[in-house]
């Protein structure tokens, strides 16, 4: 996911998106423990998806205390 489509979404959107990661996250770790993970390469995609939906969060807390 790219850091542009990730501003585009509203606050709400943004939750949904983190505990949608997450449960991915989760579902490919025990795909790693069990043996069936096929691409490797995608835990680190979603490892670094959900840091850029947090810091996208924590922008916009920034600047809404700005205000």
Same mark, same amino acid.
């Given at each position: 996911?790219? &850091?542009? %489509? /990730?501003?585009?979404?509203? +606050? *709400? %959107?943004? #939750?949904?998106? #983190? *505990? +949608?990661?997450?449960? %991915?996250?989760?579902?490919?770790? /025990?795909? &790693?423990? @069990?043996? =069936?993970?096929?691409?490797?390469?995608?835990?680190?995609? /979603?490892?670094? +998806? /959900? *840091?850029? #939906?947090? @810091?996208? =969060? @924590?922008?916009?807390?920034?600047?809404? %205390? #700005?205000?």
């Amino acid at each position: 996911m790219k &850091s542009k %489509e /990730i501003r585009e979404l509203t +606050d *709400a %959107e943004l #939750v949904t998106k #983190v *505990a +949608d990661l997450q449960r %991915e996250k989760l579902n490919l770790k /025990i795909q &790693s423990r @069990t043996g =069936q993970l096929e691409k490797t390469a995608r835990v680190r995609q /979603i490892r670094r +998806d /959900i *840091a850029r #939906v947090y @810091t996208e =969060q @924590t922008a916009r807390a920034a600047k809404a %205390e #700005v205000k």
